[in-house]
């Protein structure tokens, strides 16, 4: 019985020495809009097309939303991309939700994501989009490369709050 109990204890402490999953205290989303690339990204169904230039370009829109295309270059070298739109959650300034189902399916809570902001750099030059769940994560940046040892201290950071990285994809290079 002491076995197993000791075994029970063993499989849950690594999931409870991750820290929590939090988006960013303070997001100014005018400063987030424009163009981001990204640099890597865990596995998704949606992005199995995606060879490389991935893309994602955010626009203040006047209703409040903020306008997304997300673009890449495929494996036979077109471009493919995707239009959405995301809203803010009231009271978190870090975390929106994300749709990319036509406008005449907004009202079902299932066709939105959640996209929280959980790293960002103060000057905005490059940002950790993740899930609550540690499903999904992308890193951005403004420009189409990133330096080794900043991509390192922010998957380290990622890590910490219980990403599982070594499935990441990398779509840009590293300097």
Excluded at 42 to 48: A, D, I, K, T, Y
Excluded at 69 to 85: H, I, L, Y
Excluded at 90 to 98: A, K, N, S
Excluded at 117 to 125: A, K, S, T
């Amino acid at each position: 019985m002491r076995y197993a109990i000791a075994l029970l204890l063993a499989l849950a402490l690594p999931a409870s020495a991750a820290e929590p999953v939090r988006s960013v205290p303070e997001l100014d989303i005018s400063r987030y809009a424009g163009n981001w690339h990204e640099i890597g990204h865990l596995p998704v169904f949606f992005q199995r097309q995606c060879a490389g230039d991935i893309t994602a370009a955010y626009t203040l829109r006047e209703d409040g939303l903020v306008g997304v295309v997300n673009a890449c270059r495929t494996k036979d070298g077109d471009r493919d991309s995707s239009e959405g739109v995301a809203r803010p959650v009231q009271g978190h300034p870090g975390r929106l939700e994300v749709r990319f189902a036509p406008d005449w399916l907004s009202w079902l809570p299932m066709v939105w994501a959640d996209y929280w902001v959980i790293d960002l750099d103060p000057g905005y030059q490059w940002a950790v989009v993740g899930s609550p769940n540690r499903k999904y994560l992308w890193i951005l940046s403004r420009t189409p490369t990133m330096d080794k040892a900043l991509f390192e201290q922010i998957k380290a950071r990622a890590e910490k709050m219980g990403y599982d990285l070594k499935p990441l994809v990398m779509a840009a290079p590293l300097t």
